[in-house]
Structure formats: C-alpha cells, structure tokens
C-alpha cells in the first residue's frame, strides 16, 4: 500500500486549497482514511477522516465547517477542500490508511489507529 500526498502551497489567509491523496496497492483493505497536520513545533493533529465504503465522515473541531474530506468513485484517492484558510492551518498535512472502519464513537482521531502513512505535503497560510 502506498500513499501519496500532494496539492500544498503558499496561500493567503481566506483562500481555499485542494489536497489530493493518491493511493495504491491493496486499496480494499482500507477501512477508513484520514489527514493528520502537524503544525510546526506542535504534535500531529487530526484533521478528517472518511469511511471508505460509506464515505461516513468526521472531522476536528479545528476544520468543523470550513474543510471537507471526500473521496473519487473508484475509491483510488482522497481529497481535501480547505476555505477559508487560517495562518493557524500551517502545517505538513499527512494522508493516513487505516483497515479498520470506524464508527462515530471510534478512535479515527489517533494516530497509532492508522497503518500506513504517505509523506506530508506543506501547506503555509500567510497574510
């Protein structure tokens, strides 16, 4: 299984940006996928995940109404859609796989939940 993150930048405070995450391998044993952030000098944080096969979605109370995790139809990648960018969502974002398909009360916002892990894809927010 491979991951592969992409579509960061320099933006400016208030403007969107698409992440993509590309994805290979064994792809249907994934469970659930999800992007981590982590800001500089802070821990990796939770950002979004999305159940696989339903699509059910959860999301951090950082991005609550202005990201949205989705997923293409042939269930090959993952995008992010950020608005209304934040200098506070600078950060290298991660794109994460787990097998398992959590349900709303499950741990989808830790880390150690996710087995495989693409690179990080920088994305700076400046005024």
């Known amino acids: 299984v491979q991951l592969q993150a992409s579509g960061g930048g320099l933006v400016q405070i208030g403007d969107s940006q698409r992440l993509y995450c590309a994805t290979s391998?064994?792809?249907?044993?994934?469970?659930?996928l999800a992007w981590f952030r982590q800001p500089p000098g802070k821990e990796r944080e939770f950002v979004a995940a999305?159940?696989?096969?339903?699509?059910?979605?959860y999301y951090g109370d950082a991005v609550k109404g202005r990201f949205t995790v989705s997923r293409d139809n042939a269930r090959t990648a993952m995008y992010l859609q950020m608005n209304s960018l934040k200098s506070e969502d600078t950060a290298v974002y991660y794109c994460?796989?787990?097998?398992?398909?959590?349900?709303?009360?499950?741990?989808?916002?830790?880390?150690?939940?996710?087995?495989?892990w693409g690179q990080g894809t920088q994305v700076t927010v400046s005024s």
């Open positions: 999305i159940r696989w096969g339903d699509g059910r979605r």
């Open positions: 391998g064994r792809t249907r044993s994934f469970g659930t």
């Open positions: 994460a796989a787990s097998a398992r398909s959590f349900i709303m009360t499950g741990p989808y916002s830790f880390a150690n939940e996710y087995d495989y």
